[in-house]
């Protein structure tokens, strides 16, 4: 066995039994480690009452073979998630965004650039004043990441391109005009259809287009640059739960508490 140093995320723990707990952390330099933490529970454990759901942790582990938990042998509190501006609602996006990167990654598959947008996340949320754009802005650059950016210009299908998606300042135009605007996203596929396409296929959902221009948006621009219009949220919030559910194959258990 050998003793690995690491900097970590605490995404999960629980009891493993009266006075130990198992914890699923997420590091820099290896990934998701799963490990027991002996003694975790006891008044007096070497763990300096570090292994809160969030803290940044300095970790030293030994190294078991590939299907035990490896053993937690020391965690050194680096940072502690505190509720600021955002209150709880920054707590639970900090939450979903441990839930998502823990649902993503398979054991000590190291991926530093994951590591620090989660880093990025769980610090801005719990101070920011533009919550809900921090989180969508997370969202994407998380997408990015895991290689499932949604196609937004070109048919995800054939790939010919589709006409302008909408300039968000343009809302005017009546039910009717809308409604043929209107734009398809395959979640399936992960990205719009041209009307060509569109027949015949199931998970699709419609969105107008101003929508899927401010979410292009968020790739480009900073929530200093430009905010979400109020008006967008509801149907990019809708429409990104669609596509991470489809993704993961399952609800985020977040989810329902993202407003
Ligand atoms: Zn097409």
Redesign the pocket.
């Given at each position: 066995m050998s003793a690995e140093q690491a900097i970590a995320f605490v995404l999960r723990v629980y009891d493993f039994s009266e006075s130990s707990l198992v914890v699923t952390l997420f590091s820099r330099e290896f990934g998701k480690i799963r490990a027991l933490a002996k003694g975790a529970k006891r008044p007096k454990n070497p763990f300096d009452f570090a292994l809160d759901l969030l803290s940044l942790c300095r970790i030293v582990f030994l190294r078991k073979s590939s299907d035990a938990l490896h053993l937690l042998t020391e965690a050194k509190l680096v940072r502690r998630f505190r509720l600021e501006k955002s209150g709880l609602a920054g707590w639970y996006a900090a939450l979903y965004a441990a839930e998502l990167v823990n649902l993503t990654t398979d054991d000590e598959d190291a991926q530093p650039a994951l590591f620090d947008l989660l880093d990025d996340a769980i610090s801005r949320f719990q101070s920011t004043t533009t919550l809900k754009d921090d989180i969508l802005r997370f969202e994407w650059r998380f997408l990015e990441l895991i290689g499932h950016s949604p196609s937004l210009e070109t048919?995800v299908?054939?790939g010919?391109e589709i006409a302008e998606i909408g300039n968000p300042q343009n809302q005017d135009g009546t039910d009717e005009t809308v409604r043929r605007r209107e734009r398809f996203f395959a979640l399936t596929e992960g990205g719009v259809?041209?009307p060509?396409?569109r027949p015949g296929r199931r998970a699709v959902v419609s969105v107008r287009p101003e929508t899927l221009a401010v979410l292009r948006s968020l790739g480009t621009k900073t929530s200093a640059e430009s905010q979400i219009p109020p008006r967008n949220y509801g149907e990019l919030r809708a429409l990104l739960n669609q596509y991470f559910c489809h993704l993961l194959g399952q609800r985020p258990r977040m989810h329902d508490y993202l407003g």
């Open positions: 048919c299908n054939c010919e259809l041209c060509r396409c």
